[in-house]
């Protein structure tokens, strides 16, 4: 029987991955265990400090469903996800910046006509009409590209934790296909500013640690172009006063558009407009290169998205 101290027990832990077949599970699972087992000597943690853990982090996958994921919701506050978009887009070469998934990206991307008011189930607030284009890193328009947008309405939720969303569907979510030109443009309503869920083991967290829930309006976008890397990022609506202090850590300053109000009686694409309106104009540009888009929740890997 061998018995370890503290030091030789990391040690045999981390020899036990030694023959794991896959060298990059091999060492991902070795440097985890170093660090896990550094954090717990570091911080002498007691059992009752480490059955809360274990607690906490029960709780976060109970809270988890096909519309609702409270693991991506921790890794976003505790800046792990910006982490990994940070160490996977270290060189941008003028490519449009990447930001979060976030935990809203549901499915239900249903391909709409360019122009459509992807919010006509009455969500109230002041309409918005988006203008796109998506190009390479040369400007040359990229046609034909599905583009998967969503973001919250004005009560600060997204259709999908609205507990009406299975009757209703999707709203202020689509898809669009990129027009020969590259363009895509539809109308919505002017996204707010919005807390994260606070009723699970997450907001728990933010609010017992003085933190507060916010993040500054934004509309999310997905563009998949074949050949490119798939773009994850939000388009942020500038002068929004959680920019300098978004829970999740996604700002980044290319990515905060000015948003326009407007009074024109009509919108770009002719759309007749009663009273104020907003415009917000932003191009795409895509970096060459493969991978896959992520898959929305509740899509299992090898089913169609
Ligand atoms: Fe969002």
Not at 171 to 180: H, L, N, P, Q, V
Request: aromatic share 10%; charged share 25%.
């Amino acid at each position: 029987m061998t018995q370890f101290n503290e030091t030789e027990l990391t040690e045999a832990v981390i020899a036990s991955f030694d023959n794991t077949p896959n060298p990059r599970a091999k060492f991902l699972l070795q440097e985890l265990v170093k660090s896990l087992h550094d954090y717990v000597s570091k911080t002498g943690l007691t059992f009752e400090e480490w059955e809360y853990a274990i607690d906490f982090l029960t709780r976060t996958g109970q809270k988890c469903s096909d519309t609702r994921q409270e693991f991506i919701l921790l890794s976003d506050v505790l800046g792990v996800s910006m982490l990994v978009d940070a160490v996977n887009h270290r060189d941008r070469d003028g490519a449009t910046e990447t930001t979060v998934l976030g935990p809203f990206y549901v499915g239900e991307h249903k391909v709409m006509p360019h122009g459509t008011d992807i919010s006509p189930n009455n969500l109230s607030g002041e309409k918005m009409f988006v203008q796109s284009r998506v190009t390479d890193l040369d400007g040359k328009p990229l046609a034909n590209v599905p583009v998967d947008v969503w973001h919250a309405d004005d009560d600060g939720l997204y259709d999908s934790q609205k507990p009406n969303y299975d009757a209703v569907g999707a709203s202020a979510r689509a898809r669009f296909i990129t027009d020969g030109d590259g363009r895509f443009f539809f109308r919505t309503i002017l996204p707010c500013s919005y807390p994260i869920p606070t009723d699970g083991p997450v907001g728990e967290m933010i609010m017992q640690t003085r933190r507060h829930p916010m993040r500054p309006a934004h509309v999310h976008f997905l563009v998949n172009a074949r050949g490119f890397e798939p773009l994850i990022t939000h388009v942020f609506m500038d002068g929004d006063k959680y920019l300098d202090s978004d829970v999740v850590f996604g700002v980044k300053d290319d990515l905060v558009a000015k948003v326009e109000p407007r009074n024109d009686t009509a919108m770009p694409d002719g759309t007749k407009a009663n009273g104020r309106w907003h415009l917000m104009s932003y191009e795409f540009h895509l970096k060459p290169g493969g991978g896959m888009a992520p898959k929305p929740l509740g899509v299992k890997a090898g089913e169609p998205a």
